[in-house]
């Protein structure tokens, strides 16, 4: 029996849920970032549940026009195929080349009868840009197996990446970051390291927690204020008296230099 393609609901495009984690990037509430992109806020904790809670990188845009056809493009293309106009005229139509159009009529066609459909080519468009990369610590039994044990000893993901250049001094492919490690615990698919294992982290958590909440941003000072709260006088420089402080660190936290500005007449003082 042979397997047909079923036309049903369209797939949400991968450029909403790039949107989506936009928007948890800029410090908003799942069921917010959710509401903004369209969806609903189930479809919106089920990609956060997938994640693990972790971020998917950020990628760049290119410059001037996208690599790829958006659903717009791929509208376009629908209806005028639909109006029997040719390759070259879509392509001259919508600024792309003639074979990019060729390319995308036969991709994006899974029936002859039915035809090019623009939701049908984005669907296998998104799907084809999926890149299952391998992790790490999937590709690499023995660091896979040393991070395992580290973890059932309670040793957290910076512990272990840091010990294993005391363990392995010589040996460049034992290494791994703590991000990885949190990666391969959280992130659904990854399938490097044992699912039962986030139990052995100091929080416990089945998820990552921001740290951050909605529309706040935190100094990384405990106790400072911000320079916006300083009083006018300050701001003027016409009192002398007000002296205004930094602090420059070297590499690793090596090296720390502090300065004092007195701000009427610029006096700096090195400490």
Not at 38 to 53: D, L, M, Q
Not at 166 to 195: C, N, W
């Amino acid at each position: 029996m042979t397997r047909g393609f079923v036309l049903g609901r369209p797939a949400i495009s991968v450029e909403v849920q790039r949107l989506f984690w936009e928007r948890i990037r800029g410090g908003q509430i799942i069921d917010t970032a959710a509401a903004t992109v369209g969806v609903s806020k189930t479809v919106g904790w089920r990609w956060f549940r997938e994640a693990g809670g972790v971020m998917p990188p950020q990628r760049c845009e290119p410059v001037g026009r996208p690599a790829r056809l958006s659903f717009a493009d791929r509208e376009e293309i629908a209806c005028r195929r639909a109006a029997s106009e040719g390759v070259r005229a879509i392509a001259r139509a919508i600024g792309r080349s003639p074979s990019t159009i060729s390319r995308e009529l036969a991709r994006g066609t899974r029936r002859p009868k039915t035809g090019y459909r623009a939701t049908v080519a984005q669907a296998l468009a998104d799907k084809r840009a999926r890149r299952p990369k391998i992790a790490l610590l999937r590709r690499d039994t023995r660091l896979c197996a040393y991070v395992e044990r580290q973890l059932v000893l309670k040793h957290s993901p910076e512990q272990i990446s840091r010990r294993l250049l005391i363990d392995f001094p010589d040996d460049p492919e034992m290494r791994v970051s703590h991000e990885t490690i949190y990666q391969s615990l959280y992130v659904q698919g990854r399938g490097a390291l044992k699912r039962e294992l986030v139990q052995c982290l100091r929080t416990g958590r089945a998820l990552r927690k921001p740290h951050r909440k909605a529309d706040e941003r935190r100094s990384r000072h405990a106790g400072a204020v911000s320079i916006s709260e300083r009083p006018a006088e300050v701001e003027d420089r016409a009192v002398p008296g007000h002296w205004e402080g930094d602090l420059i660190t070297g590499a690793g936290n090596g090296s720390a230099i502090g300065t004092l500005v007195e701000r009427a007449t610029g006096f700096v003082m090195l400490l």
